[in-house]
């Protein structure tokens, strides 16, 4: 569900594995061959009452290099590991195509401003690839950057503008051995070996060579990195020359498994789907086999990525507390910390990383951290099922204990104070009320509903907001336990308001990714099947081959993706222009800049809402005529006049 999704995600699998083998002696009883088929049929929503209450958080950069947040061009978003985006999900949707279907990804994809898709694959049969780059509307492949002595694998892409050249964005990858930064057409600005040689001592050790996803640093104007195993970099973002001494999270490999392992036979069963589909790791190990014997053969320092405020450009890392602070000195840790670090001057006219701060957690911290949009809130989770907000000298505010461990990410929404938990079972909306968190909901998980073979649902991904709802994961399979052998999986929109489901549509496979939306309202899924291999070699009658690449879930009923846009334009508005601008002016601003990314949604999918009959072209002539005198109007000053434009639009969809 993030970067090294396996490793923080090890006591699900381990519970799901472990369930497995009762279920392997048990699953003729849970075959119920005699039960209907009869799924729920979801049919247009009606709108959201959802709206924005008060002044949102909004920081004070610019956005000449970080890309607003339209879609995904970070593995989370942004620099901040939001998970939230400006723009409206598609109220209805469905299954479009697979691409690629040869790859496992475990990250994104991620999108440019044109609407190019690009991911970084991790075990594959066929081309050897570190970059794919496909057309996001039919997926057809448009270019790689293959695999070669240069650089042999990548860290997951990572998008910014090009300040020299306004309205270009340049995509930058990582390797052990090389970092480049590309054109969205392919072509290369700039490719520089990193000087890195790993000793015969560190040959073995995978960690060392396995970058995380860049991040940037806006104070040095350069791109941050670290290695599994807590190496840190700064290159330029210019040139990619390195431009700080490497330095060193002082933590030490993680302790995990407790002692348990995984009987043979289930190995047996899942490491031949797995072949059958990506083929084996360098190793020789099957996909799964790999992932188990990271598992249980203790850990990295650093498996999650990293945040950066875009305003401070402080650096927030979760990693491993240092060996002894265990209480043991053994060369492992059993505790998890979270790190703020800055890229300083050295005093010799070069930078170097300095520890500024450092948060330690019993039971480690089973999260990247996630930053509110103006960075005052630094919001983790422990492996114990707590969700903790840190202020930013990582200081504890609060902390709500949601029941179970989370499986991702926290989900910081700019608005309403509103964050979202995602656990093995649940998707949970809390509310920061400054000196506590409180529960709001619980998400109303039921996709599935009257399917034959479906026993129970749970979250199966991170969530992600957006300004019409929550998209999310829905699992569906046999219940063992109280537990999940995944069959299915689809894709949902959430009420943010109440947590109940707008929509649903069945998907084609498992992910560890995130809930990823484009611009234009359609939703993907990076496939990396894990979870469902199990419930396949369990099950095997009941679900389809596991598969790799990447999924589509395209719009329909372009109308009703329109009516959200402009309707939650409208909201936005109304309450900004509520707002104080002595006070509020930079909330007003960032309002302003939402609804005007929500306009040009909502104008495309008006065009194509014709064209596929969902719309009369008298209807999409007076909406356009509405928009176009709204955004006339939008600014600081005449806003409440744009309003009454965005008021009327949305009233037509009544």
């Known amino acids: 569900m993030e970067t090294s999704a396996l490793k923080r995600n090890s006591w699900k699998v381990i519970s799901l594995l472990l369930i497995a083998i009762v279920g392997f002696a048990v699953f003729k009883i849970f075959f119920d061959e005699g ?34 947040p339209t879609t995904w061009h970070a593995i989370h978003v942004d620099v901040a590991n939001s998970d939230s985006v400006w723009g409206v999900a598609a109220p209805m949707f469905e299954l479009d195509w697979v691409a690629e279907p040869g790859y496992f990804v475990g990250n994104g994809p991620l999108f440019d401003n044109q609407g190019n898709l690009y991911f970084s694959p991790q075990f594959y049969h066929g081309d050897r690839v570190v970059l794919i780059s496909l057309d996001g509307q039919t997926g057809e492949r448009r270019w790689t950057i293959p695999a070669d002595n240069e650089i042999q694998a990548s860290s997951p892409a990572f998008i910014l503008n090009d300040p020299e050249n306004p309205g270009s964005q340049i995509i930058y990858i990582v390797g052990y051995n090389r970092v480049m930064a590309l054109r969205p057409d392919g072509s290369t600005i700039w490719s520089k070996a990193t000087g890195l040689k790993l000793t015969a001592a560190d040959s073995g050790d995978k960690d060392k060579t396995k970058f995380h996803s860049l991040n940037y640093h806006p104070a040095t104007d350069s791109l941050v990195s670290i290695t599994k195993a807590g190496g840190l970099f700064a290159f330029s973002r210019k040139t990619g020359e390195l431009m700080a ?36 790791t360098d ?39 240092p060996d002894a602070e265990d209480g043991t000195e053994d060369g492992r840790s059993e505790l998890g910390a979270i790190y703020a670090l800055d ?76 964050l979202y938990a995602v656990t093995a079972n649940d998707v949970i909306q809390l509310i920061d009320n400054g000196d506590h968190g409180s529960r709001a909901w619980i998400a109303e998980l039921t996709g599935f509903d009257g399917y034959a073979n479906v026993d129970v649902q749970s979250n199966a991904l991170t969530a992600t907001v957006t300004a019409n709802g929550v998209v999310v994961m829905i699992g569906g399979g046999k219940k063992i336990l109280g537990r999940t052998l995944m069959l299915h999986m689809g894709m949902g929109l959430l009420d943010r308001e109440t947590g109940k489901l707008r ?21 993907y899924v990076a ?40 309707c939650a334009a409208e909201a936005r508005g109304a309450n900004a222009s509520t707002l104080d601008q002595t006070t ?44 176009v005198q709204s955004s006339g109007g939008l600014t600081v000053d005449d806003l409440a006049r744009s309003v009454a434009f965005l008021t009327t639009a949305c009233a037509m969809f009544d």
């Open 35 to 68: 039960r209907p088929h009869n799924p729920r049929v979801f049919g247009p929503p009606a709108k959201t009452q959802w709206k924005p209450v008060g002044a949102r958080a909004a920081g004070d950069h610019s956005y000449d290099v970080i890309p607003e």
């Open 343 to 418: 890229l300083v001057d050295d005093g010799s006219g070069g930078l170097e990383f300095q520890v500024l701060n450092r948060k330690t957690f019993q039971g480690g911290t089973g999260s990247t951290p996630a930053l509110s949009a103006d960075g005052h809130r630094l919001y983790v989770s422990d492996n114990e099922g707590h969700v903790i907000a840190l202020d930013s000298e990582l200081d504890e505010v609060w902390r709500v204990n949601v029941g179970e461990p989370l499986v991702g990410s926290i989900t910081v929404a700019p608005d309403n104070n509103e």
């Open 283 to 321: 190793e020789g190990l099957s996909l799964f086999s790999s992932a188990v014997n990271y598992i249980y053969g203790g850990g990295g320092i650093v498996t999650n990525f990293f945040s950066i405020d875009p305003d401070t450009s402080r650096i927030y890392m979760a990693a491993t507390a």
């Open 527 to 566: 496939h990396s099947p894990l979870r469902r291999a199990v419930g396949k070699a369990m099950y095997p009658d009941l679900t389809p081959d596991i598969t790799g690449g990447i999924a589509r879930f395209k719009p329909i009923r372009l109308d009703l993706l329109a009516r959200d846009a402009i």
């Open 245 to 280: 001494a490497i330095g060193k999270i002082p933590g030490a490999p993680a302790i995990s498994g407790k002692g348990t392992s995984i009987p043979k036979f289930i190995l047996n069963r899942v490491d031949p789907l797995m072949d059958e589909a990506f083929g084996k």
């Open 503 to 523: 929509y649903f549509a069945e998907g084609r496979e498992d992910s560890l990714a995130m809930s990823v939306v484009a611009a234009d309202g359609s939703i």
């Open 584 to 627: 509020d002016l930079a909330v007003i601003n960032r309002d302003i800049r939402q609804i005007k990314v929500l306009l040009k949604q909502a104008g495309g999918a008006i065009e194509k809402a014709v064209s596929n009959g969902d719309m009369t072209r008298g209807d999409a002539h007076t909406l356009d005529g509405l928009l």
